[in-house]
């Protein structure tokens, strides 16, 4: 080390500790309240043990003993699980007076006991995500490459997780654990969305589904769609508004298409064309296609003008 | 742990076993069969080190022995590759009779060499991929720092190492690497994709090259861009059948940019411009560019409606 | 190991071998002079702790010791940081004769404490991007989780450090960096861009922000958003060259909107609509929305022809 950066040190120190003090966000460092971010992926990780068991750990299971495997997975998922939220609850505070903060070891107790206790449920909603994939995708060789490798099933099984978490109203785990699915996959579901049983999305980088959207059973949608609201000029004011779209059954959107707008609704069996970007709602059973923007065609070898053909666009083509 | 967790426990691992009883898919258990994802992609990081020497590992290397290094990884990455292989065969049931079950071995062997003794292409052909970025992007320094941090590099030498298995009709694995590398990068590539040599992906999130897509030498594509099928509402029947484009050589597709369908075409030395919606083959020598969508342009000072200008679009600005 | 797999080994190995000795940039192995990317990580790690105390790391802070915790910190960082920088300037070449060689200490020993002596300074413009964070999304519950779980922040910061390491001329390094939270993120902003304070990027996936941009203060810019350039055909000669747009302060830019070009500047306070495509420049205060593609409609259970009904499109909406 130079002995300029020595020299320089205490100075240094000294600035970045006096950064920590004016922001007071940084000031709470004397606590340990803070959630753990390491901690919450090892629990989706376990509870993706559970849900796929044999696909993502090296122990040789058998169907004998399946049933303390599922307890041991449980037990440890219980005591992380616990652990955290407490940290979130504490950290939020959510606990705002003595006779509150009696109760707080309950109502983790509570917490935690009601979200296991959904988890079979959640098990039967993410085979009806698989089931929906492997219907969907000629390329899905089989059900097993689903569960190793497709973004959309990952996306999907971390959201239903986290989703019945905030429904609990657990503070900062269930963005803690979508932006981690957001991050491994490209795909950003909000924990606040509302999405029905078979729901699949294909290829998926790009996606954004927004906290207050509504979706029905069997949709399925394709990369770089979004979900998004109108206009988010009110910042904080706008929490709890529906801002996002209604999508009923069996609705199908192609890629990059934009829903906006918490009053719109695309009602069922209908099917939304690429790029299409929709702020109103559309009736059941209809196929909305954009006119699509017209091309011009040049050979590079000529001075000829560019000659504007129109593509013509069928819709059939594109469902 | 609470006193209610323990009383629920019970209960709540028989749903979660009965639900594994449920669906076949997780009735395996019992076997060990599954590939692991783990080691795949262990494989994936051996090839990275093998392919661009010095360049991901801590050991110094040095010319007098680099005969070793070679050897030791070719050796560690054969009883891996081997041993995933085998399971994947076995689970996919390519095994059908007891004569065929003899031959496992025999036909995993020979995939595995026949794979190994394709690296020196693979490595030739990422060589190619490496030149293709450095003449192509401004912001390259060196070759060093696509080496290191290119994602398009990254996500194309998977594909490459992906490719060559899904030829050797391994199931599951090749899959299971492209969607890392998409995880890794934003960038979807079918491993069933066939692309000529240098061929350069810049930025590269949200790219998707579909499985039946067919792609010349000295192609270059954008972040955004699908080469994708126009409909996959047969699902599984839809297997094997070239749904997705064909692009020829010395190709420039623009970000955003969709070419939909297995009969369409991208004639040589073409140039897709932006965010063009393509469902028709292309000539030869053709620039194609959207007609851009007229913009609206208001002063947020002033009551004035908004005023139509047209913004000229000439197509040269783009290429 | 199989017979076959020996006897082919020695042909293979030599192969591989050749293959280095063809590329230059691999004939190098024999050098230990590369970065290392798991080093350069573990840097933005820690400096990621030096920035948000507290949220990263499992031990408990106090703010008796804080000034303990920085300067242990600090140490590691800049031991790390000495050595890549060290390798990168050697490798790189910026030391060409050997009176310049006898200075590769000091000037490492210099670029790293003019970088140190700025933590406080980027630790501020930190602080300043979360809060634009917090002020513009509706769904942030807290400052925590925007610390913890978005993604935008996390590349910003980590473009934060990148940005004055590339100022300092370090090779490699920088790139290394922003590619690291490109992979994490999905949001690829080169660390040549030069960007202002309280600046947020929402959701984030597929954001390009090329070298030679110049971003003002108070900018909010969503998922899919291109600050690109027109033409990339020059290759390296362009390398310097501003190619890449101008936005000014409290500039808003939707998602999938590109705006393209080293002359193009987006005046101050103006808003550009999802999807827009631009090369040209836009005034203070202006409203940009594309007209939208026309939709069709059709019912998908009658055999009527589509319906071609304009969607309006009034900006308000989407702003």
């Not at 090296?58 to 449980?74: M, P």
């Not at 979200?115 to 899905?140: C, H, M, R, V, W």
């Not at 979706?215 to 910042?235: C, D, H, M, P, W």
Request: aromatic share 10%.
């Amino acid at each position: 080390m130079s002995r300029d950066f020595d020299e320089n040190m205490v100075q240094l120190v000294s600035e970045i500790a006096a950064n920590y003090r004016r922001n007071s966000i940084f000031s709470l460092y004397a606590s340990s309240k803070l959630a753990s971010k390491v901690e919450i992926i090892e629990i989706l990780q376990e509870l993706r043990q559970l849900v796929f068991p044999g696909f993502f750990e090296s122990k040789k299971l058998s169907s004998d003993t399946i049933e303390y495997y599922i307890g041991d997975l449980l037990i440890s998922i219980e005591e992380k699980l616990h652990r955290q939220i407490k940290c979130a609850l504490l950290y939020k505070n959510s606990i705002d007076n003595e006779s509150e903060a009696s109760c707080l070891e309950e109502k983790t107790n509570n917490i935690c006991l009601t979200f296991l206790k959904l988890l079979p449920k959640i098990q039967e909603y993410i085979n009806t995500d698989l089931k929906a994939a492997y219907d969907g995708d000629p390329s899905a060789g089989d059900i097993e490459q689903i569960i190793f490798s497709y973004p959309g099933i990952f996306a999907v099984s971390i959201y239903r997780i986290a989703h019945e978490l905030y429904k609990l109203s657990v503070p900062c785990i269930p963005r803690i654990m979508t932006e981690y699915a957001h991050s491994e996959t490209g795909i950003d579901i909000n924990a606040g969305a509302q999405i029905g049983k078979y729901f699949f999305i294909d290829h998926g980088t790009g996606v954004v589904i927004g906290e207050t959207s509504i979706i029905g059973e069997n949709v399925k949608i394709y990369q770089g769609v979004t979900l998004g609201a109108l206009s988010t000029r009110g910042g904080q004011s706008l929490q709890g508004v529906k801002r996002h779209p209604t999508i009923e059954d069996n609705v199908t959107i192609y890629s990059g298409a934009s829903i906006l707008g918490g009053d719109t609704i695309i009602g069922k069996n209908s099917v939304i064309g690429g790029n299409a970007f929709i702020t109103k709602s559309v009736p059941e059973d209809t196929r909305v296609s954009i006119k699509n923007p017209e091309l011009k065609f040049r050979n590079s070898n000529s001075n000829s003008k560019p000659k504007e053909l129109e593509q013509e666009f069928i819709f059939d083509w594109i469902i």
